[in-house]
């Protein structure tokens, strides 16, 4: 593993995580404190900045607004971001930040549209926890992850702590995901993101698959993260599932 030399990074969020977080290697929950240590956590670690917006300023100059036939909404999103986002090394804000945003994505206000009734409010609030970790992972311009923890393997970590069937941890990718398949959620997601300083990516194409996501910045090469991406998954994703408790689940 690729580690560059870091503190322990520890944020208070608005909710209480799952205590089984602490399943994962590197990662303490202790009601809403979050403490992670990145030596044990990510798979790899190359850079402690990230690109974020307020998003008090996204949610009053960019979620009301909507596309025009001369401004679609990633053009929106990306003009937000040049004049608005910043660098940050303080990665409690990120996870803030992020944590904001993906209260705002997985509300459940949104459960009587997916079409799935075995998904719960319950999920969502897993689906809130995961992508909120998973915000500090990272792609660069050029293409190449940097950052790499277990939620960028969306079903096998959520199968890790939340004891999760293959099935209904599949279940939940696609709701992850699901703004591919509805233009509502998919515009939602897109102005939503530019507070974490770009877009979701997904490297999968569905849940079998289970490549993960990331918030990739405007313009970065998706030819290459698809080649660093293939070739790290496969031993990763084993390496998460094994802190299965119950690896029949």
């Avoid at 001369?70 to 660098?87: P, R, T, Y």
């Avoid at 940097?146 to 696609?174: H, I, K, Q, R």
Wanted: some cysteine.
């Amino acid at each position: 593993m690729t580690t560059i030399d870091t503190m322990a990074i520890t944020v208070e969020l608005p909710a209480a995580f799952d205590p089984r977080w602490s399943r994962l290697p590197g990662i303490q929950v202790d009601g809403r404190r979050i403490i992670i240590n990145p030596a044990e956590y990510f798979f790899r670690f190359e850079s402690n900045t990230w690109l974020i917006a307020d998003w008090e300023l996204v949610k009053a100059q960019l979620l009301g607004v909507g596309e025009t036939t001369e401004s679609a909404v990633e053009q929106l999103a990306l003009d937000f971001i040049k004049n608005h986002g910043e660098s940050t090394s303080d990665a409690a804000r990120v996870l803030a930040t992020a944590y904001e945003v993906y209260a705002y994505l997985f509300r459940d206000e949104h459960l009587a549209g997916l079409g799935l009734p075995q998904i719960t409010a319950d999920h969502l609030r897993m689906l809130r926890e995961a992508a909120t970790l998973m915000a500090l992972n990272k792609v660069e311009l050029d293409g190449h992850i940097s950052n790499v923890g277990p939620c960028w393997f969306f079903p096998a970590a959520t199968s890790v702590v939340f004891d999760l069937s293959d099935e209904m941890g599949g279940m939940l990718d696609e709701v992850y995901h699901g703004g591919w398949f509805n233009e509502h959620r998919r515009i939602e997601s897109i102005k939503a993101h530019a507070a974490l300083g770009g877009r979701l990516v997904h490297g999968c194409q569905s849940v079998p698959d289970q490549t993960g996501g990331v918030v990739a910045p405007y313009g970065a090469s998706m030819a290459n993260f698809r080649h660093d991406l293939a070739a790290f998954k496969a031993g990763w994703i084993e390496q998460v599932y094994a802190h299965r408790v119950n690896p029949a689940a």
